[in-house]
């Protein structure tokens, strides 16, 4: 029988009046683990600890590449995004629209038909516009302004061109002159030479 189940009598036991200590056995220590295992088992710990730890960190790395690719680009669409509403805003707006229906040929009408929405009734006269009546609002194309203004260029070339032809022709006429009044000066002296000549004779 084992010291463990064994009934627990009181150590002290009288024999012949006397007190006697009895002994008894002393149970066995707990088995205890080898160091080996443990350290085995602790190191495989710590490693697998470690290799968790590195994944994870290599993983919110390549996330974080992620992020800052995907907030480079989030910018730079907002910037085409701001681009391209003030493109919008360009297009939509008044001067730009008026240069574009002058472009297609469309002139301001300054007697507009009022059409009346409930009963469909149309109120004003109808009136062919040529485009000249009000001159200050029809908005030119490049092209217009381009012709507009080769036109003026031609048009003060020709009227330098004019007074240059002028300028030399006043030129000719005076040297003209000029030389009529030398030869007749000429002829003059010549005259009175022979004159001279002939009273010498």
């Known amino acids: 029988m084992s ?3 064994a009934p627990a009598d009181d150590p002290e036991e009288e024999v012949g009046g006397a007190r006697k ?3 008894r056995t002393v149970p066995d220590p707990p088995p205890r683990l080898a160091p080996m295992p443990f350290l085995v088992v602790l190191i495989g710990l710590l490693g697998i600890g470690l ?3 590195l994944m994870l960190n290599t993983s919110l790395q390549g996330n974080a590449f992620e992020t ?6 989030e910018s730079e669409l907002a910037y085409r995004q701001a681009e391209l509403e003030i493109e ?3 297009a939509a707006a008044p001067q730009e ?6 472009e297609l040929g469309l ?3 300054p007697y507009p038909l009022i059409l009346r929405v409930p009963g469909g ?3 004003g006269d109808k009136k062919r516009v040529d485009g000249d009546e009000l001159p200050g609002i029809v908005v030119k194309t490049p092209e217009e302004l381009a012709a507009e203004k080769a036109e003026k260029a031609a048009k003060k070339a020709a009227k330098q061109a004019k007074k240059r032809a002028e300028a030399e022709e006043r030129q000719r006429r005076e040297l003209a002159e000029q030389k009529k009044k030398v030869e007749e000066q000429q002829r003059k002296q010549q005259q009175e030479q022979e004159r001279d000549q002939e009273a010498n004779r």
């Open 97 to 102: 629209l008026a240069r574009r229906a002058s």
């Open 121 to 123: 009734e149309v109120q």
């Open 68 to 73: 800052r690719a995907l907030q480079r680009e």
């Open 88 to 90: 919008l805003d360009k």
């Open 3 to 5: 010291a463990l189940l």
């Open 107 to 109: 002139r301001p009408n």
């Open 51 to 53: 290799a968790g730890l």
């Open 21 to 23: 200590k009895r002994l």
